[in-house]
């Protein structure tokens, strides 16, 4: 006789058993009042009664739905007033947030969010952040991060816990399926709201969710479970080799590591460490890009590559170490933006559209908007430029283009989030594709100053 699945009620563990945190700790949870995170509420309530820990929720109304934002913000409230629970509501614009700070809106979306629960944790003294992240969650990550060619601490998924705050985020629904929840939901007679933006395929989890996992459904029984277990196996991996990794760094010292060090070490472990060396200077994790040239960078045993961040990593006298400026933004530039102004000996302009096709030394389009900020800024010392395929020294690119040494520290350079994107006299970066953001283009000329 097939042996009958527990309900979820049994399988979701309390949130305490999840992290060390004592059992009368207060929790809090992220509270949306959609099936997920309803059920939830429903299995923590039973939790609270039995083994006493307080019980908040919040809720974050982000303000890009209307009156259905507003509508799910009441639901919430009339909930936890029924349940008998604090709830603390925030609410906000988010398209302005996201505006100010120039990310996108999911981006900010999620900033916002982690950045209201850690406030309200402090000021209830909960230590358990608990979010209703469930196994079909799961799959959806697994599968948009493998599309991206994740590496395995990627492919790990939603993480059960994580430190958070001056406790810890709990995800006690990770081992139950979204169909579990519903039937849950209708079993329970719990109430719940839906979001519309859930069905809208231009956002790439929706996508996934709506269009890819009902696929794999239909080929494999139950994915999210099979995923869930992987990922469950590839955690322990990704720990294991993750501590060997720290211990390397761990014997860094001023100088950096040495090189002759780095140069014998399994790929797995090189790769760790060099991620967690520069993760740990510049608060920045490298991408795979990024890896590839440091991976090439203790390979050859000389040259550096140019990180985001403005650092720049190298080998000196046998040791990788880095190079980190502080400085940000140079504020002696204007804002890009269309306009024409002078600097340095140099007149640029700059202009909405694609006037010029032909990107040069001396013009180049760019896409630009919110979303993909760029900035003026003097350059870093050692910084490189690709180009044709190389990574070009900046300083000798002036040299070659004959520009005054005076000048050369002073010259302005057009930067983004990955670094130099086009340089005056010298080129624009390899790689850089023209999306459908606005475009401008870019034209510079020496002056008389020279």
Request: hydrophobic residues 40%; aromatic residues 8%.
């Amino acid at each position: 006789m097939r042996k009958t699945a527990a309900s979820p009620e049994e399988r979701v563990p309390t949130p305490f058993s999840l992290c060390n945190e004592p059992k009368d700790a207060g929790v809090l949870l992220a509270f949306s009042g959609g099936a997920d995170s309803s059920a939830l509420l429903h299995i923590l309530d039973k939790q609270a009664k039995q083994y006493g820990f307080s019980l908040t929720l919040v809720h974050v109304n982000h303000g890009i739905r209307g009156k259905e934002a507003d509508r799910d913000e009441a639901f919430c409230k009339k909930t936890a007033e029924r349940y008998g629970y604090p709830i603390f509501v925030t609410r906000a614009d988010l398209p302005a947030l996201a505006k100010e700070h120039k990310r996108g809106l999911e981006e900010e979306a999620r900033r916002l969010r982690y950045e209201v629960f850690a406030r309200v944790m402090d000021e209830t003294g909960a230590k358990i952040l608990v979010t209703a992240h469930h196994a079909d969650d799961n799959l959806e990550t697994v599968l948009f991060r493998l599309s991206r060619g994740s590496s395995l601490k990627g492919l790990c998924g939603i993480a059960p816990t994580r430190p958070f705050g001056k406790g810890h985020l709990v995800r006690p629904l990770l081992g139950v399926s979204k169909e579990e929840i519903l039937a849950y939901c209708r079993e329970q007679k719990i109430d719940f709201v839906e979001d519309s933006t859930n069905a809208e395929l231009s956002y790439s989890r929706n996508f996934i969710r709506r269009k890819l996992v009902p696929d794999f459904k239909r080929l494999f029984d139950h994915p999210e479970t099979r995923v869930a277990r992987m990922t469950a196996w590839l955690r322990e991996d990704e720990a294991y080799l993750d501590s060997l990794a720290k211990e390397v760094v761990a014997k860094a010292t001023p100088k950096g590591i040495p090189v002759e060090e780095l140069s014998v070490l399994p790929a797995p472990i090189l790769r760790r460490a060099l991620c967690d060396f520069v993760t740990e200077k510049t608060g920045i994790e490298p991408d795979g890009n990024h890896l590839m040239g440091l991976l090439e960078l203790i390979g050859q045993g000389k040259g550096q590559v140019v990180l985001p961040g403005k650092a720049i990593a190298l080998v000196e006298a046998g040791f990788f170490t880095l190079l980190v400026a502080k400085p940000e933004e140079d504020t002696s530039f204007p804002p890009f933006g269309a306009g024409e102004w002078s600097s340095s000996g140099v007149r640029i302009r700059v202009e909405a559209g694609a006037s010029q096709l032909k990107n040069g030394k001396s013009a180049c389009v760019v896409a630009f908007d919110q979303e993909h900020p760029l900035f003026w800024r003097t350059r870093l010392p050692g910084e490189r430029i690709l180009l044709r395929g190389h990574h070009k020294e900046i300083r000798k690119c002036y040299r070659e283009a004959f520009i005054p040494p005076r000048l050369r520290d002073r010259m302005p350079l057009l930067c983004d989030g990955e670094g130099v994107l086009f340089a005056p006299f010298v080129g624009k970066r390899d790689g850089d594709l023209l999306q459908e953001q606005p475009l401008y283009t870019v034209t510079v000329e020496m002056t008389d100053e020279f």
